[in-house]
Nanobody, 124 residues
């Protein structure tokens, strides 16, 4: 089992920044992908960004490309999502997820472990 715990959400004005963190514990895999998804009320959970644990490859949704940056600290088993130039439409619950394969996928069905989510609210 892998446990994921997110932190860093909150309320911010449009144009502001937040950094989310996700720390993994339990049975960790030597070579796996960490991802971020988000879900707004009444909407499907959507892919935001992902990073391979060893190779440093990243992939972003078009809606956040150029504004969000995913990174990781292997020594701390932690992945980060730096969110800049936030917009009201970025408001959602953000979830951290992991998959024990070194291949990035954007479908939520490809991730077997999920955190509890952290709320991000961007005011206009």
């Amino acid at each position: 089992q892998v446990q994921l715990v997110e932190s860093g959400g909150g309320l911010v004005q449009a144009g502001g920044s937040l950094r989310l963190s996700c720390t993994a514990s339990g049975r960790t895999f030597g070579d796996y992908v960490m991802g971020w998804f988000r879900q707004s009320p009444g909407e499907e959970r959507e892919f935001v960004a992902a990073i391979t644990w060893s190779g440093g490859w990243t992939h972003y949704a078009d809606s956040v490309k150029g504004r969000f940056t995913i990174s990781r600290d292997n020594g701390k088993n932690t992945v980060y999502l730096q969110m800049n130039s936030l917009k009201p439409e970025d408001t959602a619950v953000y979830y951290c997820a992991s998959r024990p394969f070194n291949l990035i996928v954007t479908s939520k069905s490809g991730y077997g472990y999920w955190g509890q989510g952290t709320q991000v609210t961007v005011s206009s």
